[in-house]
């Protein structure tokens, strides 16, 4: 899977209206679906991806094991699990947890306007990332990386402080860890 040009423009039930040049949905604040995935190991540890200095925004910045935005015209699960494998170079299952809006808006004009399916599975081996996808990657526990959100948040994607601040979500993965 490589990267794509084009996004899929939703309205805000997820339902598909078209497809839209990926750069410009990004510019003029176009909704379009997207997906996170949140992969943890046998120690409960989550797979963090610093994002490569050169992406479009937020390059550098930390954020969950994988986000993307789905091809059209195929299955979100399919792309999810596909995208671990053009990025981190492994495959896994992957389950659908839930869904949100967000819109953040960046520095150099650009702006994130996404309804987001946040997945989650589990590996116990290190990725082997893309080094023009990835900078790097790390393995942590949620109360280190809530602890260091607190103290360091400039150093974190948007999207990954807002699902992460979502209680819901947060009681959804410690029971699956349990």
Not at 27 to 41: C, D, T
Not at 117 to 137: A, G, L, Q, S, T
Not at 141 to 147: E, F, I, S, V
């Amino acid at each position: 899977m490589s990267e794509q040009n084009t996004v899929i423009i939703v309205d805000e039930n997820d339902n598909e209206l078209w497809t839209y040049p990926k750069l410009a949905a990004h510019e003029e604040s176009k909704l379009h679906r997207a997906f996170s995935i949140f992969v943890f190991n046998s120690e409960n540890e989550l797979l963090l991806q610093q994002r490569a200095k050169e992406k479009y925004h937020s390059g550098g910045l930390w954020t969950n094991t994988v986000c993307s935005h789905p091809r059209p015209n195929e299955d979100i699960n399919n792309e999810a699990k596909l995208r671990l494998i053009d990025e981190m170079w492994f495959t896994t299952d992957v389950e659908h947890l839930f869904w949100f809006l967000y819109k953040s808006d960046y520095e150099n004009g650009l702006c994130e306007h996404e309804y987001d399916h946040v997945f989650i599975w589990y590996y116990d081996k290190n990725p082997n990332p893309r080094p023009d996808e990835v900078m790097d990657y790390k393995w942590i526990t949620l109360d280190d990386l809530k602890l260091d959100m607190d103290i360091n948040p400039e150093i974190y994607t948007s999207w990954f402080k807002i699902i992460l601040g979502n209680i819901d979500f947060v009681n959804k993965i410690k029971e699956k860890l349990k």
